[in-house]
């Protein structure tokens, strides 16, 4: 979002994200990630399977 310009959203609870029109018809999913885990290698490599990079 912010490389192509666009601001973030505010944090916001899942609920009030699940039921904004918007969102309609979106798949949500919840994981949990261990930040020790974290490398630049592994962050650049979700980021090119979700698309964002």
């Known amino acids: 979002m912010i490389a192509e310009g666009d601001s973030i959203t505010p944090a916001r609870s899942f609920a009030e994200h ?3 029109p ?5 798949i949500w999913v919840v994981i949990s990630i261990d930040p020790a885990t ?3 290698k592994n962050v650049n490599q ?8």
């Not at 918007?22 to 979106?26: D, R, S, T, V």
């Open 46 to 53: 979700c980021a090119r399977f979700l698309g964002t990079s």
């Open 18 to 20: 699940h039921t904004n």
């Open 38 to 40: 974290l490398t630049t």
């Open 22 to 26: 918007e969102f309609f018809g979106w």
